[in-house]
């Protein structure tokens, strides 16, 4: 069982940045893959980054892709998502989630991760 918190979310004017942490529980954090996925009012829940078990791949949605960056630093049990160049349409709640099964590369799938934070809202101004 992995335990999730997200924090760092906030109110940013466009263009601005915010960097999320998620902080995990357990001492198997580094035999997860995570992802981050973000949900807006009336809306799915969508694919925002994912980093591999040992951080030595990353993926991106393209609406984000060369605005936010992934990392996770495993002996601190915990993932970020650095992001920058924000705009209104990024608002959202921000999840963190962790997959356990997967032992190459991460997943880009909601029902593919095992574990959920609480989430952290975002909200970007025009």
């Known amino acids: 069982q992995v335990q999730l918190v997200e924090s760092g979310g906030g109110l940013v004017q466009a263009g601005g940045s915010l960097r999320l942490s998620c902080a995990a529980s357990g001492r198997t954090f580094s035999s997860h893959a995570m992802g981050w996925f973000r949900q807006a009012p009336g809306k799915e829940r969508e694919f925002v980054a994912a980093i591999s078990r040992s951080g030595g791949s990353t993926y991106y949605a393209d609406s984000v892709k060369g605005r936010f960056t992934i990392s996770r630093d495993n002996a601190k049990n915990t993932v970020y998502l650095q992001m920058i160049t924000l705009k209104p349409e990024d608002t959202a709640l921000y999840y963190c989630?962790?997959?356990?099964?997967?032992?190459?590369?991460?997943?880009?799938?909601?029902?593919?991760?095992?574990?959920w934070g609480q989430g952290t809202q975002v909200t970007v101004s025009s």
């Open positions: 989630a962790a997959d356990r099964h997967r032992t190459v590369g991460a997943s880009t799938f909601v029902r593919e991760y095992d574990y």
